[in-house]
């Protein structure tokens, strides 16, 4: 009988003798395992079990973000190594941004730019979605992370100056009322970007006609007028 017992004992033991050989795996990092997006790390240390990604070699390159570990398993069961977890962090993204308006300003006005949705800064310092500004200049946003910096695209602002009405003359007069001959003519000048009322755009005109003469100058802000110059014709 005791025979029999033994013969029993040692049979099982053969039998599992393959499967107590396989024992828990511990796995290693070559390097950090917080990284920036287009990075990896080496995982090592699988004996004869399966990755959690499930990869059966050695070692494997992780290039994501997980939780990382191996289990080995035998008759008895499982056995699961220790767990790596592996952080990827994202490259920062340029936002795009945007005028509410025409960014070419009048004296006075504002326009707001907005589009900061990523928590970046605006290159006046400002951290909000959005800013309203008045001067001129090139504004734009910085995203910044563990990972670098990038900018968004630039806007730029203008402001328009401020129009000033011409000064016209006739020439050889320094008075606004002309009285000419009939049949005779007198040369108007002064306009620099306007348009005379009689739709000339040149910078002088001559007029032989009787009436009230003048250059209007406009611009997105508005219009301002010149002098006028009264020209009468004498019978």
């Known amino acids: 009988m005791k025979q029999s017992i033994l013969a029993a004992s040692v049979s099982l033991l053969i039998y599992l003798m393959p499967f107590i050989g396989i024992s828990q795996s511990t796995i290693t990092a070559n390097g950090p395992t917080t990284f920036c997006q287009g990075g990896s790390v080496v995982l090592s240390g699988n004996v004869l ?3 959690s ?6 070692s494997i390159t992780v290039t994501t973000s997980g939780d990382y570990f191996v ?4 008759i008895f069961g499982d056995l699961i190594s220790n767990h790596i977890i592996v952080t990827v962090i994202p490259q920062p993204i340029p936002p795009l941004i945007l005028a509410v308006g025409l960014p070419n300003l009048c004296l006075g006005a504002s326009v707001v730019l907005t ?4 928590g970046g800064t605006w290159n006046t310092g400002a951290t909000t979605a959005s800013i309203t500004v008045s001067t001129a200049g090139d504004y734009y946003v910085t995203n910044t992370n563990a990972c670098g910096s990038v900018n968004s695209n630039h806007i730029v602002v203008t402001l328009n100056p401020l129009l000033i009405a011409p000064i016209i003359s ?5 008075i606004n009322n002309i009285s000419i001959c009939a049949g005779a003519s007198v040369t108007l000048q002064g306009n620099v970007g306007g348009i005379w009322n009689t739709g000339a755009t040149t910078a002088s005109i001559t007029v032989s006609a009787a009436g009230d003469y003048f250059v209007n100058k406009t611009d997105l802000c508005g219009l301002v007028t010149s ?3 009264i020209v009468s014709v004498k019978a």
């Not at 289990?71 to 035998?74: D, F």
């Not at 589009?115 to 990523?118: C, Q, S, V, W, Y």
């Not at 006739?170 to 320094?174: I, L």
């Open 71 to 74: 289990i080995n398993a035998n």
């Open 115 to 118: 589009g900061n949705t990523g």
């Open 53 to 58: 990604n499930l990869a059966i070699t050695p």
């Open 49 to 51: 079990g399966v990755w």
């Open 227 to 229: 002098n006028h110059i």
């Open 170 to 174: 006739a020439v050889g007069s320094a």
